[in-house]
């Protein structure tokens, strides 16, 4: 990291930087499913993954990625406003990956498969009963849970090989202070062992 650029400019910057990216991949996705696949029952939307990944990366303020992909969906698919506040409100949710990464650590987390895929499915299921919840606020039914839980089912497989797929990467799948904690110390490890040029 840059020397003049301070830890929480980092995190301002990636945090923007997360949310650009979900917001583009939102739209794109969405979109795409709409003109290839028009009329079908059920979305796909990469919220599932973002919210983790920045959750792994940055803990709590992962929920400003959730409700800007919320909106980003919403806008993408010609939502009425009762839609977004369900989206943009009810994403939120997907911050139930918190408990196993606070459970487990996040090291462990990104280490073990099972465990990504536990913290992937607690963001999912987060969301989509924060969706319902809000959604019964707006005037829903009960029963709305059921249609919530299944249309959505293909983002929490297509969360699961994003980041699954995010692991293998150095430092995109992890605790960001952590990440840069262990690069200053392969840094200066890698210093302390040029040979000094006795010349």
């Given at each position: 990291?840059?020397?003049?650029?301070?830890?929480?400019?980092?995190?301002?910057?990636?945090?923007?930087?997360?949310?650009?990216?979900?917001?583009?991949?939102?739209?794109?996705?969405?979109?795409?499913?709409?003109?290839?696949?028009?009329?079908?029952?059920?979305?796909?939307?990469?919220?599932?993954?973002?919210?983790?990944?920045?959750?792994?990366?940055?803990?709590?303020?992962?929920?400003?990625?959730?409700?800007v992909?919320?909106?980003?969906?919403?806008?993408?698919?010609?939502?009425?406003?009762?839609?977004?506040?369900?989206?943009?409100?009810?994403?939120?949710?997907?911050?139930?990956?918190?408990?196993?990464?606070?459970?487990?650590?996040?090291?462990?987390?990104?280490?073990?498969?099972?465990?990504?895929?536990?913290?992937?499915?607690?963001?999912?299921?987060?969301?989509e009963?924060?969706?319902?919840?809000?959604?019964?606020?707006?005037?829903?039914?009960?029963?709305?849970?059921?249609?919530?839980?299944?249309?959505?089912?293909l983002?929490?497989?297509?969360?699961?090989?994003?980041?699954?797929?995010?692991?293998k990467?150095?430092?995109?799948?992890?605790?960001?202070?952590?990440?840069?904690?262990?690069?200053?110390?392969?840094?200066?490890?890698?210093?302390?062992?040029?040979?000094?040029?006795?010349?």
């Amino acid at each position: 990291m840059n020397r003049n650029l301070t830890f929480a400019k980092y995190r301002l910057i990636d945090l923007f930087l997360l949310a650009v990216i979900t917001v583009i991949s939102e739209t794109v996705v969405c979109r795409a499913a709409t003109s290839w696949f028009p009329g079908q029952p059920y979305t796909v939307s990469v919220v599932i993954a973002m919210t983790v990944l920045t959750a792994m990366r940055w803990g709590f303020p992962a929920a400003a990625v959730a409700a800007v992909g919320g909106i980003a969906f919403c806008a993408a698919s010609g939502a009425s406003a009762s839609q977004f506040a369900v989206y943009a409100i009810g994403n939120i949710g997907a911050l139930a990956a918190m408990m196993p990464l606070s459970l487990w650590g996040k090291e462990a987390v990104r280490r073990d498969v099972f465990k990504t895929l536990v913290t992937v499915t607690a963001a999912y299921l987060g969301a989509e009963c924060g969706r319902w919840l809000v959604s019964l606020c707006c005037g829903g039914q009960p029963a709305d849970i059921i249609r919530f839980l299944t249309t959505d089912a293909l983002s929490l497989v297509f969360g699961a090989v994003i980041l699954l797929i995010a692991r293998k990467s150095d430092g995109l799948f992890e605790d960001q202070k952590t990440y840069l904690f262990r690069l200053q110390k392969e840094k200066e490890a890698k210093k302390d062992d040029t040979p000094y040029d006795t010349e």
